[in-house]
């Protein structure tokens, strides 16, 4: 986006059309981004509760293995 600036604003004159097509250009833009975001942190949280899951399925079964050895 640092591309299409100039001096802190967009390059585009101000009138209806060239402005119409840098905010379409700029939201296209945005939205692939938030888009690929929600991509990579829900894998994350995926892999997270994976790897909490298969935490507790070792607790589990560690719990059912004393029972049985106590028993």
Do not use: Y
């Not at 981004?33 to 560690?62: A, C, M, Y």
């Amino acid at each position: 986006m640092r591309a299409m600036a100039k001096g802190g604003k967009f390059a585009a004159n101000n009138d209806g059309k060239h402005a119409n097509a840098v905010n379409g250009t700029v939201s296209s833009a945005v939205n692939k981004v938030l888009s690929t975001l929600v991509i990579v942190i829900r894998n994350r949280v995926d892999e997270g509760l994976k790897g909490i899951s298969e935490i507790l399925g070792e607790i589990r079964q560690g719990e059912g293995s004393e029972t049985k050895v106590s028993g």
